[in-house]
């Protein structure tokens, strides 16, 4: 029912983007208009519960009181506008206005976004959440897609990545022989087999069963994947390896986004800034709370690790990023910046 529904809809907005104008009603870069009003559609692909959904009400309810006149937002989750790559290509064309995508999808439009997938490269969850609300330094970072058809608007907190399995990882030795699912990220991929391990891309639903049937060992996310998606049924021991922070972020097609006069691009602006204030609230509390639920009701045992053996190992992997990508090597530079400011503040309270 679920995949009819997203065939229905992928298929209606491809009809409005065949038909001639007006055949669908059309506005700015070619979305429909309802009653006289611009609609702005949004895809995502967590659940309404999710803040990444939470915060993107929080950009439709911003819009709406300002700008309601003129803007209908339409926020469509559970992927129903299909997966993260269609949503993109969709976002590019116009044919969506905006996207939540991970950093990992936007590697092939800017080599800049393979930083994000470099282990350890934030010291602190402190100094990643200073990185990325560093909002003057990364609308640069944003900006090198605008050729692609796409736009960065702002980011949300997909949370800290860590090992969880069917045993108990301490250290790399304990990953040597294990089939671990791993996002379909190079970098991602040399990570985990630097760890010893063998790394198994796969889609993230897939994850599930992988574990059940014993195809693969474990995989490495947040802690919200253990009850969202239940792999704490299946995977009882979760390890904060802390390897990597990968954020997700949300895009806007280009074109809308400059046929909106200054004032209106300002409130997009502030919306956008809301919604992931609003989203990082959500985030902790979900965090917490998923950590209570799998630790009471699903058993699964957590455990704080040695980060120094796991970060000697990938060591090698980050020079080897910066040699291959130029184009991360500034961004590098500020994050470590920022590691050592935010280290120098510990360091004094």
Same mark, same amino acid.
């Given at each position: 029912?679920?995949?009819?529904?997203?065939?229905?809809?992928?298929?209606?907005?491809t009809?409005?983007? +065949?038909?001639?104008?007006g055949?669908?009603?059309?506005? *700015?870069?070619?979305?429909?208009?309802?009653?006289?009003?611009?609609?702005?559609?949004?895809?995502h692909?967590?659940?309404?519960?999710?803040?990444?959904?939470?915060?993107?009400l929080?950009?439709? *309810?911003?819009?709406?009181?300002?700008?309601?006149?003129?803007?209908?937002?339409?926020i469509?989750? @559970?992927?129903?506008?299909?997966?993260a790559?269609?949503?993109?290509?969709?976002?590019?064309?116009?044919?969506i206005?905006f996207?939540?995508? =991970?950093?990992?999808?936007?590697?092939?439009?800017?080599?800049?976004?393979?930083?994000?997938?470099m282990?350890?490269?934030?010291?602190?969850?402190?100094?990643?959440?200073q990185?990325?609300?560093?909002?003057?330094?990364?609308e640069? #970072?944003y900006?090198? !897609?605008?050729?692609?058809?796409?736009? #960065?608007? !702002?980011?949300? @907190?997909? =949370?800290?990545?860590?090992?969880y399995?069917?045993?108990?990882?301490?250290?790399?030795?304990?990953?040597?022989?294990?089939?671990?699912?791993?996002?379909?990220?190079?970098?991602?991929?040399?990570?985990?087999n630097?760890?010893?391990?063998?790394?198994?891309?796969?889609?993230?639903?897939?994850?599930y069963?992988?574990? %059940?049937? =014993?195809?693969?060992?474990?995989?490495?996310?947040?802690e919200?994947?253990?009850?969202?998606?239940?792999? =704490?049924?299946v995977?009882?021991?979760?390890?904060y !390896?802390?390897?990597?922070?990968?954020?997700?972020?949300?895009?806007?097609?280009?074109?809308?986004?400059?046929?909106?006069?200054?004032?209106e691009?300002?409130?997009?602006?502030?919306?956008?800034?809301?919604?992931? %204030? #609003?989203?990082?609230?959500?985030?902790?509390?979900?965090?917490?709370s998923?950590?209570?639920?799998?630790?009471?009701?699903?058993g699964?045992?957590?455990?704080?690790?040695?980060?120094?053996?796991? %970060?000697?190992? +990938?060591?090698?992997? %980050?020079?080897?990023?910066?040699? *291959?990508?130029p184009?991360? +090597?500034?961004l590098?530079?500020?994050?470590?910046?920022?590691?050592? *400011? +935010?280290?120098?503040?510990?360091?004094k309270?």
């Amino acid at each position: 029912m679920k995949k009819s529904i997203k065939r229905f809809l992928a298929l209606a907005l491809t009809a409005c983007m +065949v038909l001639p104008l007006g055949a669908c009603g059309s506005g *700015k870069s070619g979305s429909s208009l309802t009653g006289g009003k611009r609609i702005i559609r949004i895809s995502h692909a967590q659940s309404e519960t999710h803040p990444e959904h939470l915060g993107l009400l929080a950009f439709k *309810k911003y819009i709406e009181e300002r700008l309601g006149d003129k803007y209908e937002v339409q926020i469509f989750p @559970n992927e129903l506008l299909g997966s993260a790559q269609k949503a993109i290509e969709l976002t590019q064309t116009g044919a969506i206005d905006f996207t939540v995508a =991970g950093t990992a999808n936007l590697e092939n439009f800017s080599p800049v976004y393979q930083i994000f997938s470099m282990p350890y490269l934030f010291t602190s969850e402190k100094a990643y959440i200073q990185t990325m609300n560093d909002t003057d330094y990364m609308e640069k #970072v944003y900006n090198s !897609t605008d050729e692609a058809g796409f736009r #960065v608007v !702002t980011w949300y @907190n997909a =949370g800290t990545r860590s090992f969880y399995a069917t045993k108990p990882i301490n250290s790399p030795e304990d990953l040597k022989g294990l089939k671990i699912r791993v996002q379909q990220s190079p970098a991602s991929i040399a990570m985990c087999n630097a760890f010893g391990a063998a790394a198994s891309p796969m889609s993230f639903g897939e994850v599930y069963t992988a574990i %059940q049937q =014993g195809v693969i060992n474990g995989a490495e996310n947040n802690e919200l994947a253990l009850t969202n998606n239940k792999h =704490g049924e299946v995977a009882k021991y979760y390890s904060y !390896t802390k390897h990597q922070m990968i954020p997700d972020m949300l895009i806007g097609n280009v074109k809308f986004l400059k046929s909106l006069s200054p004032e209106e691009y300002q409130i997009f602006k502030e919306a956008a800034a809301l919604s992931t %204030q #609003v989203e990082n609230s959500a985030w902790d509390d979900q965090v917490a709370s998923a950590k209570a639920t799998a630790q009471n009701d699903m058993g699964v045992h957590f455990s704080d690790v040695d980060l120094t053996p796991f %970060q000697e190992a +990938v060591a090698p992997l %980050q020079k080897s990023m910066l040699e *291959k990508n130029p184009k991360i +090597v500034d961004l590098y530079n500020h994050i470590q910046e920022i590691n050592q *400011k +935010v280290s120098k503040e510990g360091s004094k309270s």
